[in-house]
């Protein structure tokens, strides 16, 4: 459960914020906070291993850290670069020669 | 809630390069982007994706399309520095059971395994365009999904 956010209120508008989740999980505390930071449109950094910190009451908690993120037209134009070019081999093929090299 | 799948090198290079599946691709790409799925992938999918790049640069008679190499570094940048919800998940998490994985099927490498696992412990869809994955391995996790049979429904 998420029992703490840094700031307590005003989610939708921030740019940053933190959560605290007391799962018992690293895994579980994932799933808590990429869910209730999703509800205000935000995204957890890349950590995996999040943070622990003991609450002031005593809790152990896991915090994840949020942002905000901005427009990207990444789609469009990696969409302009690929009509720009032949159909080339496909990256399956790729990838499984470099993954069969490591039989 | 929104649905955690697990991405496929193989799945970046047909979203990042003109292929045969790049449609499908890049509408995965699209539901990351937009935030209707959150994406996880083992952390060698850097490498993996890297050395997709690089094949990119060869010849096409080497499978390449003969791209200047700054234009296929600057696809690797893009996709691993844009801000969006795409997590590299450390592997060794994953050791045990990738191990457990490849000795109960004769085809599946490490490194398949590796994603299987990962697939597996979120029990999250597997996204891929590869033989294996797509094959063998579906026989053992029933959510993995080819992308060259199946709709991304996200």
Known sequence: ?103 | MVPYIVVDASVAGAWSYNEPYSAPAARVLAAIVARRVIALTPDRFGEEFLSICRKKVRPPHEGGLSLPPADCWGRFEDVLTTPMPLYLVPTPELHERAWQLSLSMTRLTIHDAIYLALAERWGAELWTLDDVLGGPAARTYAAVRDLRRHDFPH
Not at chain 1, 29 to 34: G, H, P
Not at chain 1, 70 to 86: F, H, M, N, Y
């Open chain 1, 1 to 103: 459960m998420i029992v703490r956010t840094n700031p307590p209120s005003g989610l939708d508008e921030v740019d940053q914020a933190w959560f605290d989740s007391d799962a018992a999980s690293n895994d579980e505390a994932i799933r808590e906070i990429d869910a209730e930071a999703g509800r205000h449109g935000l995204v957890r950094v890349n950590e995996y291993w999040l943070q622990r910190r003991r609450l002031p009451d005593g809790r152990m908690v896991r915090r994840g850290f949020c942002y905000r993120p901005e427009p990207t037209d990444l789609v469009a134009r990696l969409d302009a670069q690929r009509r720009a070019e032949p159909i080339g081999v496909s990256s399956g093929e790729l990838v499984r020669e470099q993954r069969d090299e490591g039989r």
